[in-house]
């Protein structure tokens, strides 16, 4: 029996399979790109020479020999000269151990703010990914009712399936009867006219096991190329729904989804 729009199915076309005549389409959102946390970041103040050969572990400081020989500070007066060279070796004591000191704070406080650096990093691909995320699933919201226009158009079904972290699964699904339609949506209305008139001559030959064949050999061209084209059409609706949305959708036939999705999922959960 014909169908509405005028398509002949073939009465054995159940023997390709429902999962034929689906696929999938996989919104992943994309992070920005941020500074690897294990890289320092240089701040103004790093350019100041801080002895780049420092340790990062804390320095043990230098003693700092403020006292000199007990005989040299005995209470009885000093001459002008002794006394003189006394007061320089205590001055040049003290300099050393504040030097020793400076060095030793400046590398303590180099490594706190690379440690501090890295915190902020990490908290920054955490927010970012988060509102990316957020934005998508907008985005999606605002997308899909012209989506479901389009798929409608074809006789074709798409709904949301799944939703976790930064992956959106789409399960998209055709009809055998609207053939002819995806054929004219891929390939043009001159490869669609010709496919209807081959299976109207077939049917009146009564070639049902031909017509089936024919089907199934058109079947693949047609999938690959409407997943092609709805994939495309549904990144640059969103695109165009949020600007700045970073987001790319992979679509799969229904044979490689379940081993897509959790290579995917194991891959994000090894990553937190």
């Given at each position: 029996?014909?169908?509405?729009?005028?398509?002949?199915?073939?009465?054995?076309?159940?023997?390709?399979?429902?999962?034929?005549?689906?696929?999938?389409?996989?919104?992943?959102?994309?992070?920005?790109?941020?500074?690897?946390?294990?890289?320092?970041?240089?701040?103004?103040?790093?350019?100041?020479?801080?002895?780049?050969?420092?340790?990062?572990?804390?320095?043990?400081?230098?003693?700092?020999?403020?006292?000199?020989?007990?005989?040299?500070?005995?209470?009885?007066?000093?001459?002008?000269?002794?006394?003189?060279?006394?007061?320089?070796?205590?001055?040049?004591?003290?300099?050393?151990?504040?030097?020793?000191?400076?060095?030793?704070?400046?590398?303590?406080m180099?490594?706190?703010?690379?440690?501090?650096?890295?915190?902020?990093?990490?908290?920054?691909?955490?927010?970012?990914s988060?509102?990316?995320?957020?934005?998508?699933?907008?985005?999606?919201?605002?997308t899909?009712?012209?989506?479901?226009?389009?798929?409608?158009?074809?006789?074709?079904?798409?709904?949301?399936?799944?939703?976790?972290?930064?992956?959106?699964?789409?399960?998209?699904?055709?009809?055998?009867?609207a053939?002819?339609?995806?054929?004219?949506?891929?390939?043009?209305?001159?490869?669609?006219?010709?496919?209807?008139?081959?299976?109207?001559?077939?049917?009146?030959?009564?070639?049902?096991?031909?017509?089936?064949?024919?089907?199934?050999?058109?079947?693949?061209?047609?999938?690959?190329?409407?997943?092609?084209?709805?994939?495309?059409?549904?990144?640059?609706?969103?695109?165009?729904?949020?600007?700045?949305?970073?987001?790319?959708?992979?679509?799969?036939?229904?044979?490689?989804?379940?081993?897509?999705?959790?290579?995917?999922?194991?891959?994000?959960?090894?990553m937190?």
């Open positions: 029996m014909d169908t509405a729009n005028g398509e002949t199915p073939a009465k054995n076309l159940t023997s390709v399979g429902s999962s034929a005549y689906s696929f999938y389409l996989n919104i992943v959102v994309l992070d920005h790109i941020l500074p690897d946390p294990s890289t320092p970041v240089r701040n103004a103040s790093d350019d100041v020479d801080m002895d780049n050969d420092a340790p990062k572990s804390p320095e043990v400081l230098p003693e700092v020999n403020l006292a000199p020989a007990a005989e040299e500070l005995s209470l009885s007066p000093a001459p002008p000269k002794k006394f003189e060279k006394v007061l320089n070796k205590s001055l040049h004591g003290l300099k050393e151990g504040m030097d020793g000191i400076d060095k030793s704070f400046r590398s303590n180099r490594g706190l703010s690379q440690r501090s650096q890295n915190v902020s990093t990490k908290a920054a691909a955490f927010v970012a988060k509102t990316m995320v957020t934005r998508a699933l907008t985005s999606l919201k605002k899909m009712p012209e989506m479901e226009q389009h798929a409608a158009s074809l006789e074709l079904t798409i709904g949301k399936r799944f939703n976790q972290g930064k992956v959106i699964v789409l399960h998209v699904g055709l009809k055998a009867a053939m002819g339609k995806y054929i004219e949506d891929v390939d043009g209305e001159d490869a669609a006219e010709h496919y209807r008139s081959a299976m109207s001559t077939l049917k009146l030959m009564g070639a049902t096991e031909t017509m089936g064949s024919l089907e199934r050999e058109m079947l693949p061209k047609v999938r690959t190329g409407m997943m092609e084209k709805l994939s495309d059409l549904l990144v640059t609706t969103m695109k165009e729904k949020e600007k700045g949305l970073e987001i790319e959708c992979i679509a799969l036939e229904e044979s490689e989804e379940a081993r897509w999705l959790f290579t995917f999922m194991e891959f994000q959960a090894q937190k």
